[in-house]
């Protein structure tokens, strides 16, 4: 399934995109509020994460997908529904884009359609998503996309011997459907 957007195509991840992801993935201000990536980021990594991201697609315990620009099919971010709990209809929606791209609205943009794509193609009931509190671009990210503040996780991770404070929000079906015109 591919997903469009006014500037972006998402794609499932194919392996054939691994050596542009490296060149995304390997700079340390990715890295710096992700939860789940490393820095250095090896490049053999990239390989072992697109095979994870297959399966995870398949098995339906995550729908991630590979963001590219539509006027140059340059690869630019990830944007996808992770620990999709199909028991209570749920999911987390996580992202990050090309530091050359950042302010330019790709992660809201993805973010607003991966959200469309999990209430209108999956039937989700939430979708929620969390940042370091230092990220402030990613909260807004979250804000612009529909989702409200629900919380704050105190010192929830530790990132390079720093403990990270993790801000909670979230959009419920009913608050979705009710702001979309049909």
Not at 107 to 117: L, M, P, R, S
């Amino acid at each position: 399934m591919i997903l469009e957007t006014e500037r972006l195509i998402l794609k499932p991840y194919e392996v054939e995109f691994a050596d542009a992801i490296y060149e995304v993935v390997k700079h340390r201000e990715i890295a710096d509020t992700m939860v789940m990536i490393p820095h250095p980021y090896p490049r053999e990594i990239v390989d072992r994460w697109i095979s994870y991201l297959q399966k995870s697609f398949e098995q339906g315990t995550a729908y991630e997908f590979a963001v590219f620009l539509k006027e140059s099919g340059r690869y630019i971010g990830n944007c996808g529904l992770v620990a999709v709990s199909k028991n209570h209809r749920n999911a987390e929606v996580g992202y990050f884009i090309d530091v050359s791209e950042w302010g330019n609205g790709f992660a809201t943009e993805a973010c607003k359609k991966i959200i469309n794509y999990g209430f209108q193609e999956h039937q989700l009931n939430r979708i929620y998503s969390r940042c370091m509190v230092r990220n402030i671009a990613s909260r807004k990210v979250m804000e612009k996309s529909g989702m409200v503040w629900e919380g704050r996780h105190r010192q929830e991770f530790l990132k390079d011997d720093v403990y990270e404070d993790m801000d909670y929000l979230a959009i419920l079906a009913e608050e979705y459907f009710k702001g979309k015109l049909i």
